[in-house]
């Protein structure tokens, strides 16, 4: 029995709990932690860094087979983790997929369709969400998305694309900081120098450390200018596709190795293009003018020989056109692959950070990048279409205690999982809104895709008409199959890549693969409903059509200066004013000043663009009549509801744009040569529903249509010749009806 006082008794328990604290604090230095049940549930919380460059192809990566290069420090994370070699882009493009990752939701939500939008910062993110459950959130390298980063709590960023060397770096308090050196360098030293300095180790955090490389022009350190002297790196097999058995827009793509190479810029020759049939002048090397006198000396010593060799030989006749592609591609792939070890090297300085800092074991480390790439494969560089190069995109993933070392899964991921994911591994809820999948039951559970896990993903590019003239076009992409829809030339193409995975010829045509189209087709709209992809609504380009682009451009033009009180806005029918309906236009509406906004083939998704691209430039007519969506029904027969939903965007834009005008809303025309004309009656749908927007003050709602038909509900021909477009009699017709509405608006 203890007689000592009960003061003394107290301090000797007091000390020789102090004891034990201290002991058990040295001991749980020296031992893994590992976080017992009734711990608070921050303190089990994950890191995450999360590695992201930009252009990656998958070809290029050691863990993913590639036969051109090494990258022992990527294929670290996979030999220590997992590899996804299903892993998919939503929209192949750099600003629309980090946008796809930041909100986990596809392009038409987000509303960064193509380079060139603002990212809306208002809306939801995962970094946001991460700094509401206490996570530290830090942003380092490329963030191209042409707003500044929210929902991080430090982040210095390249100014658009940046540059290779001596780059810029916009920080948080709007100012620009130069370093003298290589970006992918810099980026590094900038992301240990937050771990190690800036961050609070208290907390949990998100790192994501993002690259410019190895985008274009692809300009590697002095120290790999040399990595693959004296080597032909492998040709793909399809360098000298010619893009036989599939859709007629192949051809029209402008990144090409053979034809769309700039002389200064890619090629890395001084000067102006001295083979201008060979190399596209004008686009001099930048990354050279920046570089200091040492910079430039190392540069020239490493290409100069080279490029000297090569001109003496092109000037003495000595390379073919396939030669001088063969050189263009070595010169490609060697810069790349030189910017891709420089990305390795970096990832390598980080994993021997987090070992060394104790920090590895409860970190998830990512490796990614916005896309896929091509090089060479089909004859090109670059990105957006849907072929495989492009649309698959690398996902490598270190998780201890979580993923085993080794896993490889062919699970079907999506960019738009991302955000989920780092939402589910922190412990935040969810947003219903976010249309991607948290992956972590999978990963929990060997990486394998359970029976409810996705079957297709699906794809839409929007840059139409863009800097490589890729049209528009979007698609499902399942185990073995592939279905692209390509809009402007309504066309389909059908891949099976089992027994062809070099994606070579379409069989979409094929009779033995009609079930499967059909199929597929199915499959394709009912992942357009679940996303709500409705592409009535989502603005869209035919900029690649010079007609088009012709036009547009002069009516943007006389938007600048024109004083109209009228406006007409609309498609072929509205555009036929300058044609059959002339004179009829001239006798009623030139009075006004009126201006024809009206562009043949155009669907709402067209007017919705060019309203928001200059076609409304600084008029402020008194009165706009609108009348569009047939070739919504005619060219896709889109269902009634999308459709109306494309005019209620279009009269949004106008309210905003237009606050004085009145608008008159008028019914889609009749077409068809019957009243049971499938597509008339789909229109009648359309009318039903647009017919309630109008309030009968700002916007006037008109249905003309029984001024054009006869009493069995046939149309004429000598009214509409192809029972769609109006004779001049049809014109007479159009304008004698509109008149008491304008009279009432005061026209």
């Known amino acids: 029995m203890n007689h000592l006082p009960v003061s003394r008794q107290a301090s000797r328990i007091t000390k020789r709990l102090v004891a034990l604290s201290i002991a058990l604090a040295v001991l749980g230095k020296l031992l893994p932690h590992t976080a017992s049940a009734d711990e608070p549930a921050k303190a089990k919380r994950p890191n995450i860094v999360f590695v992201f460059s930009d252009d990656h192809a998958l070809q290029a990566i050691g863990a993913y087979g590639s036969k051109i290069n090494k990258t022992p420090n990527l294929d670290r994370i996979a030999n220590e983790g997992a590899v996804f070699h299903n892993s998919f882009c939503a929209n192949s493009i750099c600003g629309p997929s980090r946008a796809c990752i930041l909100t986990g939701?596809?392009?038409h939500i987000n509303g960064f369709l193509r380079n060139g939008n603002r990212f809306d910062a208002s809306q939801v993110t995962f970094p946001k969400l991460l700094q509401d459950v206490g996570y530290q959130t830090a942003l380092i390298g490329k963030w191209h998305l042409g707003t500044d980063p929210v929902g991080f709590n430090h982040w210095e960023i390249l100014p658009g694309q940046g540059n290779y060397y001596n780059p810029d770096f916009i920080q948080m308090d709007g100012s620009r900081k130069r370093y003298t050196g290589y970006v992918t360098d810099i980026i590094t030293e900038n992301t240990l120098n937050w771990l190690q300095n800036d961050r609070d180790e208290d907390q949990p955090f998100v790192l994501m450390c993002q690259h410019k490389a190895p985008h274009r022009n692809w300009s590697p350190p002095p120290r790999h200018f040399d990595l693959y002297k004296g080597v032909d790196v492998p040709e793909p097999e399809t360098l000298f596709d010619d893009y036989a058995g599939r859709s007629k827009l192949l051809h029209e793509s402008e990144m090409s190795l053979e034809n769309h190479f700039y002389w200064g810029h890619d090629m890395k020759f001084h000067g102006e293009s001295l083979f201008p049939e060979q190399f596209l002048p004008r686009l001099g090397n930048g990354e050279y003018r920046r570089m200091n006198d040492e910079q430039k000396a190392a540069w020239d010593a490493a290409y100069e020989p080279e490029n000297q060799k090569f001109i003496a030989d092109m000037k003495a006749g000595k390379l073919s056109s396939k030669d001088i592609t063969k050189w263009k591609y070595q010169r490609y792939i060697k810069d790349y692959l030189g910017t891709v070890q420089a990305v390795d090297d970096s990832v390598g300085e980080l994993l021997a950070y987090l070992d060394e800092s104790g920090l590895a074991e409860n970190t998830i480390v990512i490796y990614s990048s916005d896309q896929g790439f091509y090089l060479g494969e089909h004859g090109w560089y670059d990105k957006r279409w849907m072929f495989e190069e492009s649309l698959r995109m690398p996902f490598l993933i270190r998780w201890p205690g979580v993923i085993a070392p080794g896993t490889e899964s062919t699970a079907p991921i999506q960019n738009i999982d991302y955000a989920p994911?780092?939402?589910?591994?922190?412990?935040?809820?969810?947003?219903?809104?976010?249309q991607g999948r948290s992956m972590v039951s999978m990963m929990k559970d060997g990486c394998r895709a359970?029976?409810?896990w996705r079957d297709a993903v699906y794809y839409a590019y929007y840059e139409n008409a863009a800097v490589h003239m890729v049209p528009v076009h979007d698609g499902v992409r399942t185990e073995r199959y592939k279905l692209m829809f390509f809009p402007r030339s309504r066309e389909w193409n059908l891949f099976d890549l089992e027994t062809d995975p070099l994606e070579l010829k379409s069989v979409h045509n094929d009779p033995e693969y009609a079930d499967i189209l059909a199929g597929l087709k199915k499959r394709y709209v009912d992942l357009r409903d679940l996303?709500?992809?409705?592409?009535?609504?989502?603005?869209?380009?035919?900029?690649?059509?010079?007609?088009?682009?012709?036009?547009?451009?002069?009516?943007?033009?006389?938007?600048?200066?024109?004083?109209p009180k009228l406006a007409f806005i609309g498609d072929s029918i509205t555009q036929g004013w300058e044609g059959r309906g002339k004179k009829v236009w001239e006798e009623n509406y030139a009075k006004h000043d009126t201006i024809n906004l009206g562009i043949g083939g155009d669907r709402t998704e067209h007017i919705i663009w060019r309203l928001t691209h200059g076609n409304l430039g600084k008029i402020q007519p008194e009165v706009a009549v609108l009348m569009i969506g047939t070739n919504n029904t005619g060219h896709f027969m889109q269902d009634p509801t999308?459709?109306?939903?494309?005019?209620e965007k279009i009269l949004s834009i106008l309210r905003e744009k237009l606050p004085k005008t009145k608008i008159v809303l008028q019914a889609i025309m009749p077409r068809g040569k019957t009243k049971m004309d499938l597509m008339r009656l789909n229109n009648i749908a359309v009318n039903d529903r647009i017919a309630k927007m109008a309030d009968g003050e700002?916007?006037?709602?008109?249905?003309?249509?029984?001024h054009f038909m006869n009493e069995d509900g046939t149309i004429d021909p000598a009214i509409m010749p192809d029972y769609l477009h109006l004779s001049e009699k049809g014109y007479?017709?159009?304008?004698?009806?509109?008149?008491?509405t304008l009279e009432s608006l005061g026209l």
């Open 732 to 740: 007479e017709i159009w304008a004698d009806a509109m008149a008491p």
């Open 531 to 563: 996303y709500d992809v409705n592409s009535a609504t989502i603005p869209a380009t035919r900029g690649d059509e010079p007609g088009w682009q012709k036009r547009n451009m002069a009516m943007s033009k006389l938007a600048k200066t024109a004083k």
């Open 450 to 452: 359970s029976s409810t």
């Open 421 to 434: 994911t780092f939402l589910e591994a922190a412990g935040a809820e969810i947003p219903e809104a976010i």
């Open 698 to 706: 700002n916007i006037v709602y008109v249905d003309l249509g029984d």
């Open 642 to 647: 999308q459709i109306a939903e494309g005019v």
């Open 105 to 107: 939701k596809h392009s």
